[in-house]
């Protein structure tokens, strides 16, 4: 009976955390609530089975039954932090110096921003403050960063119609897009309506879309399409990807790649320049799918 008490207090703290911040790490809970990694999956699985919190690898979620629940960039961070570096490491390697790039809002696309720093002589438009502030503060004399206006959302992104305005006029080489799940039905999707409208717009600008998504995202789905699975060039994600997913995004898709963790650098995707070219101001054709 005691054991049982604890067991509620200890998921009625953990219903408290995750409504306030979001989203909690299993090591995180582990070491407040000064248990095993395992007593606090099972209080995660509890409250799961009961529709109070949403697992996902490495922690929990606040409920998103609701397809415009949008936890805040801090909280998102927190989860999937390893997946989404080599996803990151992985995108960053499809970009040349002298392109023009645009790079959405994002935890992962984020991920992305200290290596494009690094790069030369780019031209990257992003609508994401976070991405422009490590740009702004690390990026290198030669590069043009161009961050959009517009309304504030959770993730911190600068949405609506201004930002739309401002986004039909440009022309890039490569759309780095973060998501927020992704379905074989609903396509790429977003929990805001005014961010998946900027979103749709950022797209349209480049010629080609880079995805780039964790395999918790697999299954969810916003109230807002971004994209269909088919319109994406290619798609970087990670090797936990669930089993049924893999044909379904190898048919769709241009390209998987996956990535995974324990590989040893040079393994962990396939090579990402096939195919690419050159950047706009030197190749005006038009994109081409790659199966």
Do not use: Y
């Not at 989404?84 to 984020?110: N, Q, R, Y």
């Not at 740009?135 to 030669?142: A, E, M, S, Y």
């Not at 992104?157 to 759309?175: C, E, K, M, N, Y």
């Amino acid at each position: 009976m005691v054991e049982a008490m604890l067991a509620r207090q200890r998921q009625t703290l953990i219903l408290d955390r995750v409504r306030e911040a979001g989203a909690v790490r299993v090591a995180d809970l582990a070491r407040e609530l000064d248990v095993s990694d395992m007593t606090v999956r099972r209080d995660l699985e509890v409250l799961h089975e009961r529709r109070l919190l949403e697992k996902v690898h490495g922690g929990a979620t606040a409920l998103s039954s609701l397809a415009q629940f949008e936890p805040g960039f801090v909280a998102k961070s927190s989860l999937q932090q390893a997946e989404k570096e080599l996803i990151a490491e992985t995108a960053v390697g499809l970009v040349e110096p002298g392109m023009a790039i645009a790079i959405s809002a994002g935890t992962t696309t984020f991920a992305m921003a200290a290596r494009i720093a690094e790069i030369p002589r780019l031209t990257i438009v992003t609508n994401s403050m976070r991405v422009a502030d490590v740009l702004f503060r690390t990026g290198r004399h030669d590069q043009t960063v161009i961050l959009t206006g517009g309304t504030r959302t959770p993730s911190e992104a600068l949405v609506g119609p201004f930002t739309i305005a401002q986004l039909r006029s440009i022309h890039v080489d490569l759309v780095f897009m973060g998501i927020h799940g992704m379905d074989a039905k609903a396509g790429f999707t977003c929990p805001n309506i005014a961010e998946a409208e900027t979103n749709v717009t950022l797209r349209e600008a480049g010629r080609r879309l880079v995805v780039v998504a964790d395999s918790t995202k697999w299954g969810v789905v916003g109230i807002a399409t971004i994209a269909r699975l088919d319109e994406a060039d290619i798609l970087v994600t990670d090797s936990s990807l669930e089993g049924a997913a893999v044909p379904i995004l190898e048919e769709a898709v241009g390209r998987l790649v996956l990535v995974s963790a324990p590989a040893v650098a040079g393994d962990a995707a396939q090579p990402p320049h096939a195919g690419l070219g050159r950047p706009v101001a030197a190749d005006p054709d038009g994109l081409a799918h790659a199966h």
